[in-house]
């Protein structure tokens, strides 16, 4: 991810401006996946023509005249494969209209390129269609000083879901324990390329617990947060800037690794097989600073089906950047983290009040083909500065809501950042939820409030609040006359004042609550208005939870503790 040069950016900005443009005139123009590369959207070849002459559309075919989606361009069969360019787009009775949900949405392939592929008949006709990833270049991992760790999962069985987080841990017995180490970049090994969505690895000491097989797990991995290296589809590896590394071995507390991949698997298929890894550097010629990583962004995102634009923003505060930094940082790389419905993002950094400069403008956001911004020489980033990020989504071809999450199909609105000296950053994550700061959790509390009082249903405080309202106010049916006060009450409560009220429905069902909790909620609105839109809904099926799997989850709703790509 060293090597995606300015001249690489513009050329893939043009390219992918011209076919963005032509997305929206065709049907399923958003989701064509690549024809040799799985789990990539097809970008077209945009209006340039490597045969000389006129532009042509992605299509192959004279732009002039086939600019749009007509029922001429519809009935054509452009790549000569015996599929009409209606059945390969989802429209095969050519009726669909520019800004409607197309007939069909899924098996889609692209009307320019001969299928099946790598058959006989469309060998030669593909010739021009490249299946090559990025190559990785980093000068740093060259050195005589350098020694590289290959990890990898053992072959394992690939869940019949959309999405699947899997879990194994490494032992890194091979360092000598008296050494102090850096780990300066990493390559990723692809097993599977049909699954491999992306990598994480965080590091712990010995007292953490080791998995002996790989196991599903949520985003965090409890026990093992400090974040290494991230690969994500895409990136053809991490290189650290040359003054930076981050620290590694046993005398910077990391002795086990915990490899953390997300599989994505849409059609369901029970016969994938993955042992994927990575490839990491690691020197004992230590640098001069110690990085690490650094997540800012939205966790509550609500984005209704069939819509061309939704804007999204998060705001890291002078007093959030004051409370997470004890001094200047620099930021090394950068790069816009959102799924499928992602458009274009951009972080901003500002200063007293003023932009200073762009950090990730994305004005074409590519989900499986991240952009990553390198800083040279790093940005530095002071306590009292804000930052900025704003998210575009496009969800026209959605007939459902999309949601904050986890999976590939929900939504997510991050920066991620390399920087260093690590040690200048308390907490590596300024989040917010809506326009509520979470800069200031610490342990369990947020803004004052314990979460461990919704979580744990002994708790005497919890009892309280719930016995007040559910004593005073129907869980279901009308406003009763004794309401409004235990309310108004009850809202004292850090957890219930102001936004955090909203905050803590959203993210109880995550921590997997029980039927007293949504009728607790259900109580505390049974005296709004009548039209008061609800804000939330219950999106993960209501059960009872043990304090272990809600202490576990609680680690991963507040998101980005340690998660860096969800
Ligand atoms: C790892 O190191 C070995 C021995 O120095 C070398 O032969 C090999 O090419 C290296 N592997 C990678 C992926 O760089
Ligand atoms: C839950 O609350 C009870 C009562 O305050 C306390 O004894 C217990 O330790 C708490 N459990 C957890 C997991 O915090």
Redesign the pocket.
């Known amino acids: 991810m060293c090597n995606l040069g300015v001249l690489t950016l513009l050329m893939l900005m043009a390219t992918a401006t011209a076919f963005r443009f032509y997305q929206d005139e065709i049907p399923n123009g958003d989701h064509v996946p690549h024809p040799c590369k799985p789990n990539y959207l097809w970008w077209g070849v945009g209006h340039a023509n490597p045969l000389g002459g006129g532009p042509k559309n992605p299509f192959g075919q004279d732009f002039a005249r086939y600019h749009s989606w007509t029922e001429e361009l519809c009935r054509l069969d452009s790549d000569g494969d015996g599929m009409t360019n209606g059945q390969e787009l989802g429209d095969p009775n050519c009726v669909w209209t520019k800004g409607n949900l197309p007939q069909e949405s899924t098996s889609i392939t692209h009307p320019g390129v001969c299928d099946p592929w790598g058959s006989d008949q469309c060998r030669i006709a593909n010739q021009a269609v490249t299946c090559e990833t990025g190559e990785f270049k980093c000068d740093g991992?060259n050195g005589q000083d350098v020694?590289?760790i290959?990890l990898r999962f053992p072959p394992t069985a690939v869940p019949a879901e959309e999405t699947s987080y899997m879990c194994f841990t490494f032992e890194l017995d091979m360092l000598e324990e008296d050494s102090e180490y850096h780990l300066i970049g990493s390559?990723p090994f692809i097993d599977n390329a049909n699954v491999m969505h992306h990598i994480v690895i965080t590091g712990c000491d010995a007292t953490s617990s080791p998995l002996s097989k790989p196991e599903l797990c949520n985003m965090a991995a409890a026990g093992c947060q400090k974040t290494l290296q991230v690969w994500t589809l895409g990136m053809p590896g991490e290189c650290v800037y040359r003054e930076a590394g981050f620290k590694f071995g046993k005398l910077a507390g990391i002795t086990r690794i915990n490899m953390q991949f997300h599989w994505t698997n849409p059609q369901k298929r029970t016969d994938y097989i993955d042992s994927s890894g990575l490839?990491l550097f690691v020197t004992k010629q230590l640098r001069r600073y110690n990085a690490a990583y650094f997540t800012t962004g939205q966790t509550h995102l609500v984005i209704p089906p069939g819509m061309p634009r939704v804007v999204k923003k998060s705001t890291c505060t002078p007093e959030c950047t004051r409370l997470i930094m004890s001094e200047s940082v620099h930021l090394m790389t950068g790069w816009n983290h959102m799924h499928y419905l992602g458009y274009q993002q951009n972080v901003e950094l500002n200063r007293n009040g003023e932009k200073l400069r762009d950090l990730t403008p994305d004005d074409v956001y590519s989900y499986d083909n991240p952009i990553v911004y390198e800083y040279n020489p790093p940005v530095e980033v002071r306590p009292g500065d804000s930052l900025e990020t704003t998210c575009v989504f496009r969800s026209t071809s959605r007939s459902t809501t999309a949601r904050y999450g986890e999976g590939s199909f929900d939504e997510m609105c991050f920066g991620v950042f390399t920087f260093y000296p690590a040690e200048a950053m308390v907490q590596p994550s300024c989040l917010t939820w809506d326009d509520l700061d979470l800069c200031t959790f610490s342990g369990t509390s947020i803004n004052d409030c314990d979460l461990m009082v919704f979580i744990n249903q002994s708790h005497p405080e919890r009892q309280r609040l719930f016995s007040k309202v559910l004593d005073n106010c129907n869980a279901y049916g009308g406003c009763r006359s004794e309401c409004p006060a235990a309310l108004a009450e009850v809202r004292q409560h850090p957890c219930l004042r102001g936004r955090m009220e909203a905050y803590i429905e959203d993210i109880m069902p995550v921590v997997g609550t029980g039927l007293d909790v949504v009728k607790f909620f259900s109580a505390l609105e049974s005296c709004d208005c009548v039209d008061k839109p609800h804000t939330s809904t219950w999106k993960y099926p209501v059960s009872g939870a043990g304090g272990h799997t809600a202490v576990v989850s609680i680690s991963i709703l507040l998101a980005a503790f340690t998660m860096m790509l969800p």
């Open positions: 991992i020694m590289n290959t390559k490839t």
